[in-house]
């Protein structure tokens, strides 16, 4: 079972960039999927996207304008950027091992806020 | 992709049985065998509990089951203890390389 941590700035400013590092201890990247999900206060989970250690990538329809994630499988991280972030961007965000379909592993999850 | 439908809540008395239901379209639940289950307590990260509809990880107990009928999958909590007092989100892949999640469910143990 692999450990993931989030991090990444708590607070982030209307119109500007969201940018969030997961890295990922007792076991190798270059294996697995990696994504993100979401969580606004007080609400239910959204999957932001994935990426496999190739590269390649799927994001939300509802997002896939504004989301790009990436790997570095020399540092054994995995990140995420969301452009043009609005209040409603206000969430913990949580990285996770993907398989099957299934989140296996999480991290703790990191709240980021959007406010000026 | 639509979020899949979860009754808000759900509660039972210990030792009882609950059953939470998760209801997609043919284009999600009801047309791959992908669909999860995760607890989460307050303030704490998700954690799975079942996959592929109804298989559990190792380690988890058996009181934890999973199933699907047509668009409706169900996770069935046996026995039922103070601890699984918790939100219960289910999950499912929904074809393109997409996965959508449900509402959440909260568990309460009367």
């Known amino acids: 079972q692999v450990q993931l941590q989030e991090s990444g700035p708590g607070l982030v400013k209307p119109s500007e960039t969201l940018s969030l590092t997961c890295t990922v201890s007792g076991g190798s990247i270059s294996s697995y999927y990696w994504s993100w999900i979401r969580q606004p206060p007080g609400k239910g989970l959204e999957w932001i996207g994935y990426i496999y250690y190739s590269g390649s990538t799927n994001y939300n329809p509802s997002l896939k304008s504004r989301v790009t994630i990436s790997i570095d499988t020399s540092k054994n991280q995995f990140s995420l950027k969301l452009t043009s972030v609005t209040a409603a961007d206000t969430a913990v965000y949580y990285c996770a091992r993907l398989g099957d379909w299934g989140m296996r592993d999480w991290g703790q999850g990191t709240l980021v806020t959007v406010s000026s | 992709q639509s979020a899949l439908t979860q009754p808000p809540s759900a509660s039972g008395s210990p030792g009882q049985s609950v059953t939470i239901s998760c209801t997609g379209t043919?284009?999600?639940?009801?047309?791959?065998?992908?669909v999860s289950w995760y607890q989460q307590y307050p303030g704490k990260a998700p954690k799975l509990m079942i996959y592929?509809?109804?298989k559990r990880p190792s380690g988890l107990p058996d009181r934890f089951s999973g199933s699907k009928s047509g668009n409706t999958a169900s996770l069935t909590v046996s026995g039922l203890q103070a601890e699984d007092e918790a939100d219960y989100y289910c999950?499912?892949?929904?074809?393109?390389?997409?996965?959508?999640f449900g509402g959440g469910t909260k568990l309460t143990v009367l």
């Open positions: 043919s284009s999600d639940v009801g047309g791959y065998n992908y």
């Open positions: 999950s499912s892949y929904a074809g393109s390389n997409n996965v959508v």
């Open positions: 592929e509809v109804s």
